[in-house]
Every structure is written in structure tokens, then in C-alpha cells.
């Protein structure tokens, strides 16, 4: 339902996976580097590295392998985990790194390890707290990751509390839980009012629980600053609108719909009058 839409646009693609590290939600594959992969080789980062301070070395060879990962190169990005980690295996970034990788490699088992090493290395740690919190959501784990993402967002030191939040919402929604994940979802809109996600799944969550008037204004308020809103934010304005009985916007999305995506899930549902 919502793993395909808006999300692309930010940072990790929204990955299908969810691994909201989404996205938006997370920070683990975002990279830091200003200039191309192909212009920085692992020896050029190698080379600058301080060869007398471990930590700083760490960072460089965790920094490329979070280029690296961006690009799936999942390979090139684990020779730059494992040198970190050899330089200073007390590093809790390249533990978190190391378990991003996991991720994407569907290495469940050694994701989880690699996540609760770095969280016992650096427990208040942001990141980390949201990116292990929404593993262990995957894992079906939701009241461990609530207190994953929890702390993340008490940290005052943390910049992006919406990305917690939000996955605190998603991960509520997973277990079919929309009520409960309204008060997160909506936390994270008001941390950051330009995080799309948030707002759709606000809504998705509102229309959910029949709060359909709810649902109207942040469906418009997703709206307005989408230049061109996806099949799936046009399916949820439509039953939205259709639950309050305005007919004359619903048959307007229904329009746009057909016009603009004929051959998405969405129009097919709405040919076959599957509205839930």
C-alpha cells in the first residue's frame, strides 16, 4: 500500500524493503560524501585517512562504505566496514553500517547482531535507535522497536525526529494497529511538515479508524505540495472523498486516475469497485 508512492524522492528511495533507514525514516545508506564513488576509490579515502587516529580512520572507511551501499555495491561495502572495524572495533557507526548491509543482503540473523552490538556501543545513539527499532519491527517485534524509537527521539542531541516517529506509526499500521499509530504519525508531521510519508500515512491511518473529515484535510495538505500526486495518493483522496459523499472530487480522482495511471493497481481496483 504505501511502500511504492511518494518515497522515492527521499534519500534510501523508500526502499520496498521499508528499511525506512526510509527513508527517509533512517540514516544508514544516506551518504555523506560530496563527490562521485567513481571519482573516490577505497585507496584514495584510505591514503587521506589518519594513519595515527583510529577513530578518524573508521569514520573515512564507513563513510565510503555508506557510498558504496547507496550504489548496491554490497560487496565493496563490507571490505569497507570490515577495515573500519579492524582500525576501531568499538565503533558503534560501523556496527551500524555492518547491519544495514545485512539488510540488504536479507541477512536477517546477522543484521539483528550487528544492530544490538551497535546499540549496546552507543544506546542513546539516534540512528541507531531508529534503524534497530525498525528491523526489530520487521522481525515482528513492535513493543521492543516502540522503545528503539523512543529513544531515538528523547536524545536532544537528534535532528530528525520525524524519521522515529514515523516508523513508529508505520510500525503500528504493520500489525493493523491504525489508532495507535495516529498520535506517532502525527508527532512526526509536526517535527518536519514537509515529510511526505508522514502525511499520507496520517491520512491512510485517519480513513482507517473513519475519521474521514481528518483524513480530507491531510490528504489536501499532502497535496499541496506534491507537484504531481502518485496512483496511490489519488486512491486515497478518491475513498476518502467517497466515504463523506462528495461525489462531483471523487469522480475528479477517479478521472485522473484513468487518465494518468490506467495500468496501476489502483485504477484496477477501482474498475472492479474494490474501494477496502
Known sequence: MMSRVLWR???VAWMSVLFVLAGCAGNAVQTTETRSIADSPATSVSSSAPTGDPRRRAQAHVDL???YLQQRRFATALEEVNIALKSDPGFAPAHSLLGAIHVALNERPQALAAYEQAYRLAPKDGDINNDYGWLLCLEGKEEQAQLHFMNAVKNPLYETPTRPFTNAGLCYIRANDYAKALPSLQRAVEADPSNKQAWYLLSESYYRVGNYFAAQQTYRELMRDLEQPMAEVLWLALR?????????????????LMRKFAGSPEYQ?????QYE
Open 240 to 256: 476518502v472523498e467517497r466515504k463523506i459523499g462528495n461525489t462531483s472530487a471523487e469522480q475528479t480522482y477517479a478521472s485522473q
Open 269 to 273: 481496483k477501482l474498475m472492479q469497485g
Open 9 to 11: 524522492s527521499c534519500g
Open 65 to 67: 562504505g555508506k557510498a
